[in-house]
Each structure stands twice: as structure tokens, then as C-alpha cells.
């Protein structure tokens, strides 16, 4: 199992980042999806959630209406478009499955909003 982010950076605060990760190794289509972040000094978290078809999603409190959780299956990708980004959103974000065997985490991507 592989997962593969990409799309972090440094961006302006009010300003919007598409975050991708890419999976392999399994089949996509038949697992939710989730995105984490962790800041520095604190725990990682939850940000939001995706069934496997792509009907239902969760999101943290502090990134609704802002956040949008997507996936494409006949890629085998899961997006997550962050838009009105505030300094507190600053933090890597990992793309994570929950397998049968095992849980997977990909090796994130830095999202820096600052001016």
C-alpha cells in the first residue's frame, strides 16, 4: 500500500490550496478516505472523512464550509480543496486508510498560511 500526497505549500491566509494523494496497492474504490493534520506541538487530527463511493463525508468543526473532501476512483485519488485558509490551518496533512490488516498512512505534505 502506497499513499502519496502533493499540493502543499506556502500560501497567504484567505487564500486556497488543492491537496492530492495518490494510493496504490489496494482497491481504492472499496475503502473511505480520510485526511489528518498535525501542527507543530500538537496532536494530529481528523480534518475530513470520505465514504468509499464517495456519498458521505465528515468534516472537522473548525474547517466546515471551508474544507471539501472529493475522491476519484478511476484515478485512485482523494483530494481535499482548502479554501479561506487561516494561519491556524498550518500543519502537515496526511492522507490515511483503514485496511483490513492494517491502517496506512501517507508521508504528508506541508501546508504553511502565513503573510
Known amino acids: 500500500v502506497q499513499l502519496v500526497e502533493s499540493g502543499g505549500g506556502l500560501v497567504q491566509p484567505g487564500g486556497s490550496l488543492r491537496l492530492s494523494c495518490a494510493a496504490s496497492?489496494?482497491?481504492?474504490?472499496?475503502?473511505?478516505m480520510n485526511w489528518y493534520r498535525q501542527a507543530p506541538g500538537k496532536e494530529r487530527e481528523l480534518v475530513a472523512a470520505?465514504?468509499?463511493?464517495?456519498?458521505?463525508?465528515n468534516y472537522a468543526d473548525s474547517v466546515k464550509g471551508r474544507f471539501t473532501i472529493s475522491r476519484d476512483n478511476a484515478k485512485n485519488t482523494v483530494y481535499l480543496q482548502m479554501n479561506s485558509l487561516k494561519p491556524e490551518d498550518t500543519a502537515v496533512y496526511y492522507c490515511?486508510?483503514?485496511?483490513?490488516?492494517?491502517?496506512?498512512w501517507g508521508q504528508g505534505t506541508q501546508v504553511t498560511v502565513s503573510s
Open positions: 490515511y486508510v483503514v485496511g483490513l490488516l492494517s491502517n496506512y
Open positions: 496497492g489496494f482497491t481504492f474504490s472499496r475503502y473511505a
Open positions: 470520505i465514504s468509499s463511493a464517495g456519498g458521505s463525508t
